[in-house]
């Protein structure tokens, strides 16, 4: 089959949206490393279907995810699954960052965020920021102990570092490149992610 690409910089500390038809495939990459993607997605033909982290742990009864794991929706439909990765280690039980978080633990106003990034990306979609999906945060690195305390750490993704995405429905998705500069996730330094998306030719 005939395919292209293209790439989709995502500026670090800022979201970029863009369009899948069913079995189009997405790689999110690393370009210097360390850096989170808060990945969200939603049903193109009905947007208050979305994925779900809280529905995905129940349905696939984890809550670590890596290749081979399909990610669901609140109405419990696949929606992308995950079919390479080169890190392994990713989040879906943080909220996303908000304006919210840096004011209350940080004392910072005005700060970005992932969520209010979201927001912005999906303009178009008049998505406004209380209703902006829980995320799945690639790359993200917060182990649960054995002590039932969730830690926050330092993404241990490299340059180069990917994740592809395969969609499971015609679907609209977002990734926000974290602008958290004020904990360890992402390493003490922001950075851009670059989206590839495989466009099959007969999708065009
Ligand atoms: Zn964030």
Redesign the pocket.
């Known amino acids: 089959m005939t395919t292209d690409t293209r790439d989709l910089v995502i500026p670090a500390g800022h979201a970029r949206m863009w369009r899948m038809r069913a079995g189009q495939r997405v790689s999110i990459a690393q370009t210097e490393g360390h850096q ?1 993607g ?1 990945f969200i997605a939603f049903n193109a033909a009905d947007l208050t279907e979305f994925l779900s982290p809280s529905h995905t742990r129940r349905c696939i009864h984890r809550y670590l995810v890596g290749k081979g794991h399909t990610l669901y929706t609140n109405h419990r439909e696949p929606i992308v699954e995950i079919v390479e990765d080169t890190i392994g280690v990713h989040d879906i039980l943080a909220a ?2 908000d304006p919210y ?1 840096y004011r209350r633990d940080f004392g910072v106003e005005n700060h970005r ?3 209010m ?1 979201f927001v912005e990306a999906l303009a178009e979609h008049g998505v406004p920021d209380w209703r902006v999906p829980d995320p799945v ?1 690639l790359f993200q690195n917060s182990p649960v102990l054995p002590d039932g305390t969730y830690a926050s750490a330092a993404s241990l993704a490299k340059a180069g570092d990917y994740v592809t995405l395969l969609a499971r429905m015609d679907l609209i998705a977002a990734c ?1 490149a ?3 500069d004020l904990a360890p ?1 992402n390493g003490g330094r922001l950075s851009d992610l670059v989206v590839r998306l495989d466009a099959p030719a007969a999708a065009r």
Do not use: E, F, G
Request: charged share 20%; glycine share 0%.
């Open positions: 989170v808060d996303a960052c978080r965020s992932c969520r990034n945060n926000s974290c602008p958290q996730t």
